[in-house]
C-alpha cells in the first residue's frame, strides 16, 4: 500500500487547532455532542472485548432502518471510514478496476489509488448539477471493474441522486460479471426529500456504509458501519476486521446503542438546525455576485464557487480569510478540484458564527481582488479601507449603495444614506489595523499559508 496523508485530514481544522479557528465553515457535520446529553450509564459496563460483528442490539438497531436487513448483514466498524478502508482492500488488487464519483470524500479515491487499482473517475460537474448519469457509469466499466463507488448525499455538493437513478445503477452492476455497488450513505439522515433506501436492500451486489458522526454528531466515538446481505462476503469483512482491530471499543458501542435509540427525540431539532443554517447560505449566496452554487439537497455541506468573472487571487483568498477574519473552509484541493471551488460547511458553526464567516468569505474575496483596485473616494465615518473598496464596486445586487462605515466594536457597518445597514463586516484584531487604513494598498504580505 503506498499510503499518504490526504490534505483533508492533514489540514484539518481539528489538526490544526480548532483555538486558532473563529469561524469553522469547513465542518462537515452538526456540532459534536457533549457525552452528558446523551446520559450514558458506563459504571456497570464490562471492559471486554466485545463481539466481533459489533454489539447485537446495536446492529439490530442499523438493520432495522433497512427493510429485509438483519444484525447478522451488519458489521460495526470504526466510523465509516473503516468499514470504507475495510470494503475497498477486500475487493480491489492492483490488478482491479473501480468506478468512483469525483469529488468525493478523500478516502473513496485515495484507498484505490494507495491500492494501486486503476480508478476510473466519473467527473461531475456543477453545470449538470452534480447529477450521476447511469450512461457515463456504464461507459466507465470494464470486465475488469470490481466495485462502482457512489456517495449520496454526496459530499462535498450535497447532492442527491434520484431513487430511479439509484436503481439503473444498481441493474448496471447486477448485469456485470463480478462488480459490486458501494453507497456511501454517511449522510443519508440528512436527505432533505426524504433518503433513498438503504443501498444492501436493493441487491446482494450492494454494500452501505454509515455512522454516527455527521448527522448525529458522534464523530469522537468512531462508530461505523457497513450493511451488505452477501454473508460470505461479509464473512470476509469480518476477517479484515478482526485482523486490524478484532472488535470495537465497548465503551464506544454502549454509548453508540443509547445514541441511536435516541435518535427519534434528537434527530428533529437537528434537522431543524440544518434547514436555518441552508437558509443563511442561501440568503447570503443570492445577496451578490461574487459566488455561485448548486444549492444542496442533502447534507451539511455545499460546494460554492467564485464566478467566472470574479478575478481573484485565490491563495490570497484563503490566507487572508484565515489571517485576517479567522475563518476556515475547504478548500477545493482538498477534492482534487479548482481551489476557486471551497466546500461550505453550514450545520456546524452556531448561527452567529455562520454569519461572521459567510461575511468573511465576502470581505475576503473582494480584498483578494486580482485587479487594479480603485480608490476609495468617499470615506466617512470610521470608514475601514477595504471595506469601502468592496462597497465602490457595488458587488450587492439590490442593495442601496452604501454612503457611510462605521467601525462598531469588532465590526465595520455600512449604512445607506437614509442610515439603513446595508452590511456588516467583521474586522481583524489589533494586529491588523494598521493594514486596514489605505484602501488602495494590497492585502500585504498575509503571513503564512494555512491551507
Ligand atoms: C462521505 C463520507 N464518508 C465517510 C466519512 C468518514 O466518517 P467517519 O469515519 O467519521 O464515520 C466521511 C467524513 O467526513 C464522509 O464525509
Do not use: C
Not at 456543477?126 to 470490481?146: F, H, I, Q, S, Y
Not at 439503473?168 to 450513505?185: F, K, N, T, W
Not at 477545493?332 to 456546524?348: A, N
Amino acid at each position: 500500500m503506498d499510503y499518504r496523508r490526504m490534505p483533508i485530514e492533514a489540514e484539518s481544522p481539528e489538526q490544526f487547532g480548532y483555538d486558532r479557528v473563529r469561524s469553522n465553515l469547513a465542518e462537515s457535520s452538526v456540532p459534536d455532542t457533549p457525552l452528558r446529553d446523551l446520559s450514558v450509564a458506563l459504571d456497570d459496563l464490562v471492559l471486554m472485548y466485545g463481539d466481533h460483528r459489533g454489539r447485537p442490539g446495536l446492529r439490530a438497531a442499523i438493520a432495522a432502518d433497512g427493510p429485509g436487513l438483519g444484525p447478522d448483514d451488519v458489521l460495526v466498524t470504526p466510523g465509516a471510514a473503516a468499514a470504507l478502508f475495510i470494503i475497498h482492500t477486500s475487493l480491489l488488487g492492483p490488478d482491479d478496476e473501480l468506478v468512483v464519483v469525483r469529488p468525493n470524500y478523500a478516502t473513496n479515491l485515495e484507498t484505490p489509488r494507495a491500492i494501486g487499482a486503476t480508478v476510473r473517475h466519473l467527473d461531475l460537474r456543477p453545470e449538470d448539477g452534480w447529477a450521476v448519469e447511469p450512461d457515463r457509469v456504464a461507459e466507465l466499466m470494464t470486465p475488469k471493474t470490481r466495485l462502482v463507488s457512489l456517495t449520496v448525499p454526496h459530499n462535498p455538493t450535497g447532492a442527491v441522486m434520484p431513487e430511479p437513478v439509484l436503481r439503473e445503477i444498481v441493474g448496471l452492476v447486477e448485469r456485470h460479471p463480478s462488480a459490486r455497488l458501494l453507497v456511501d450513505e454517511t449522510y443519508r439522515e440528512m436527505t432533505f426529500g426524504g433518503p433513498l433506501p438503504l443501498a444492501a436492500t436493493l441487491s446482494e451486489r450492494a454494500i452501505g456504509v454509515s455512522s454516527l458522526s455527521k448527522a448525529d454528531g458522534l464523530p469522537g466515538i468512531r462508530i461505523g458501519w457497513l450493511t451488505t446481505r452477501d454473508r460470505p462476503l461479509l464473512e470476509r469483512f469480518l476477517a479484515a476486521k478482526e485482523q486490524i482491530l478484532i472488535t470495537n471499543s465497548v465503551v464506544d458501542e454502549a454509548i453508540a446503542e443509547v445514541a441511536f435509540a435516541r435518535r427519534p427525540e434528537r434527530m428533529p431539532a437537528i434537522l431543524d438546525g440544518i434547514r436555518v443554517g441552508l437558509q443563511t447560505v442561501r440568503a447570503w449566496i443570492g445577496d451578490h455576485e461574487l459566488f455561485e452554487w448548486v444549492e444542496p439537497r442533502g447534507g451539511v455541506v455545499g460546494f460554492p464557487r467564485f464566478r467566472a468573472d470574479v478575478p481573484v487571487d485565490v491563495d490570497r483568498f484563503y490566507r487572508i480569510l484565515f489571517e485576517r477574519y479567522g475563518t476556515v473552509v475547504g478548500p477545493g484541493h482538498w477534492f482534487d478540484q479548482s481551489r476557486r471551488h471551497f466546500r461550505l460547511g453550514y450545520g456546524w458553526p452556531t448561527a452567529v458564527d455562520l454569519e461572521q464567516g459567510l461575511a468573511a468569505l465576502t470581505a475576503a474575496a473582494v480584498e483578494a481582488w486580482d485587479a487594479p483596485r480603485p480608490k476609495a473616494t468617499r470615506r466617512r465615518g470610521a470608514a475601514v479601507g477595504n471595506v469601502m473598496v468592496e462597497l465602490e464596486r457595488q458587488i450587492f445586487r439590490d442593495q442601496p449603495r452604501v454612503e457611510e462605515i462605521v467601525q462598531s466594536g469588532s465590526e465595520a457597518v455600512g449604512l445607506s444614506g437614509d442610515g439603513d445597514l446595508v452590511i456588516r463586516l467583521p474586522l481583524a484584531g489589533p494586529d491588523d489595523q494598521g493594514r486596514q487604513e489605505s484602501a488602495d494598498e494590497p492585502a500585504g504580505d498575509p503571513g503564512p499559508a494555512v491551507d
